[in-house]
Structures are given as C-alpha cells and as structure tokens.
C-alpha cells in the first residue's frame, strides 16, 4: 500500500503544476458563461438533495440503487459543467495571454483549494487527513508560477492538466475495482464513501484490513480528481490576470 500512495502523492504534484485547462475554440460571450454557472448551481443543489435522499434510503435499510443511479448521473452533468466553465476561461486566457497583460477581476479567482472543504469528507486516517490538509492548502498562485518557470505556455500547460484531469477520473473508477474486488459489500462501501459516511477501524494506514485499504485508496483518488478539476478552473481564471 506504501508504494501505491507514493504514485498518488507524485499524481498530486503533477495535477497541481499543471493545473490550467486546454482551450479552443471561438471566445463565449459572458452570457455564456452566466448561463453556465446557473446550471452548476442548480445540478449542486440537486446534487446535495438526492445525496440526502439516498442516505435517508440507505439508513432505512431500502433499496437505493434508483437514487444511486440519479446521484450518479448529476454528478457526471457537475463534471461536464465544471469542465466546460474551466475550458472558456482557459481558452480566453490563452488568447489574452497572446494579446499581452489585461486587467480583469482577479480577486473572483480563488487563490487555494480551501473552499473545497466541504466536498472532501474528513476521515480519521492520518495520512487521508494530510493529503486533505495538503490539497486544501494548495497555493495556486505559487503552482502557476512554477509551471510559467519550467518553460511552459499557458496553452501547454492547459493541455497537460487537461489529461491529469482525465487521469485523475480514470484513476477513480481503478479505486472503484478495488473495492468490488475484495469488499463483502462493495455497493455499501461506495455508497458510505460517496457520502462521507464511511468509517475506518484505525487512525493508521498500516493496521488497516485490505477492504479498507482499497477504500483509503479510494479516498485519496477521489481527493485528487477533485482538486485537480478545481485546480484547472481557478489557475485558468487566474492566468487571465497575468
């Protein structure tokens, strides 16, 4: 398990010095964008409603799998939006950036990963509580300039953070195999996962049984595409300013 979350620990750097999305495509107009936001607020209000929803179901001990199912397909229409946002103001970075510096609204960037508490669920685990700890205190404006200091454009670095964040989802669903491999229960433990809910018999990596060990390593995956989808987001918003 050491080695595995050594990979994951590299996986973190790499997604976080690249943190910009790939660009093309003609200029949205800020309706465009407007409209998009609007759609991401209403599937996250939906989001968070079926995920209660769902644990209500689950701690009734019902059937759950039709919620399941919708929680699932909201989250996959969250990433498509959130996608789609980072790639307009990614590609208007790229073109202002040929352009020269233009002055824009930086301060509605966010600077760190901080406000992604909340999506990342506390465990008591001591290294998932350094990897949240480490994520949540991600200085991107640092990593942006580490990224500029290797040599590297905005359009490249929007194109190798584009396939980090797609790493990252495939990464997810390999955490996914794991459980269903060696969990008596796989479709419990996702579920307890999905919703933070899920509890570990050790603060230690090392005394964990191999159900949970799968797990952990699900937690950590689900850390890192969460990150660093956000991180594509706000380093593009970012960059703008530059």
């Known amino acids: ?128 509580q350094q990897v949240r700890s480490a994520i949540l205190a991600e200085d991107l404006n640092g990593t942006l300039s580490r990224a500029r200091s290797q040599g590297l454009s905005t359009a490249q670095a929007a194109s190798m953070s584009l396939q980090a964040a797609n790493n990252a989802d495939d990464e997810v669903r390999k955490g996914v195999n794991c459980i269903r491999n060696f969990a008596s229960s796989p479709e419990s433990v996702i579920d307890a996962l999905e919703n933070g809910v899920f509890r570990f018999s050790s603060t230690r990596m090392g005394d964990l049984n191999i159900n949970e060990s799968c797990a952990a390593q699900y937690v950590v995956l689900k850390y890192t595409a969460v990150a660093t989808r956000e991180s594509a987001v706000q380093m593009a918003c970012l960059a703008q300013s530059r």
């Open 1 to 128: 398990m050491g080695s595995s979350f050594l990979s994951i620990r590299r996986f973190v750097a790499l997604a976080a010095i690249y943190g910009v999305f790939a660009a093309s495509g003609p200029t949205l107009a800020s309706d465009d964008e407007a409209r998009i936001d609007g759609e991401i607020s209403r599937v996250e209000r939906d989001l968070e409603f079926s995920r209660t929803m769902e644990q209500m179901v689950i701690a009734a001990r019902k059937d759950a799998s039709a919620l399941r199912f919708q929680r699932q397909m909201l989250e996959q229409s969250l990433q498509r939006l959130q996608a789609e946002k980072a790639e307009l103001i990614a590609q208007r970075a790229v073109q202002q950036q040929a352009a020269g510096p233009v002055s824009t609204a930086s301060n509605a960037c966010k600077t760190s990963l901080a406000h992604l508490s909340p999506r990342l669920p506390v465990y008591q685990v001591d290294q998932l």
